[in-house]
Nanobody, 121 residues
Framework: QVQLNESGGGLVQAGGSLKLSCEAS????????MGWFRQAPGKEREFVAA????????YYADSVKGRFTISRNNAKNTVYLQMNSLKPEDTAVYFC??????????????WGQGTQVTVSS
């Protein structure tokens, strides 16, 4: 079992940057594949990025590739999402997630409560 707590959301102008953090409870954080999803108003939840337990393998959605960077610090039980060159269409609630399975955009078992990111034009 793992509990996830996101932080770092807020309001930013288009072209700006934000860094999201997600701190996980428990002593087995390093065993989990971690990911970020987002959900905009009226839209389905969509995959953003995922990172393997070691940090050695990373997978991004095409919509954020080159602008967002996922990373993790296993000593701090934390995964990060650095978001640069933000666009109004990046506005959404961002969710941190975890699973024990392989790196992919599917089958995440654990979810945080979400943090709001709003990008103004």
């Amino acid at each position: 079992q793992v509990q996830l707590n996101e932080s770092g959301g807020g309001l930013v102008q288009a072209g700006g940057s934000l860094k999201l953090s997600c701190e996980a409870s428990g002593r087995t954080f390093s065993r989990y594949t971690m990911g970020w999803f987002r959900q905009a108003p009226g839209k389905e939840r969509e995959f953003v990025a995922a990172i393997s337990w070691s940090g050695g393998n990373i997978y991004y959605a095409d919509s954020v590739k080159g602008r967002f960077t996922i990373s993790r610090n296993n000593a701090k039980n934390t995964v990060y999402l650095q978001m640069n060159s933000l666009k109004p269409e990046d506005t959404a609630v961002y969710f941190c997630n975890a699973k024990t399975g392989p790196l992919s955009a599917k089958n995440f078992n654990y979810w945080g409560q979400g943090t709001q990111v709003t990008v103004s034009s």
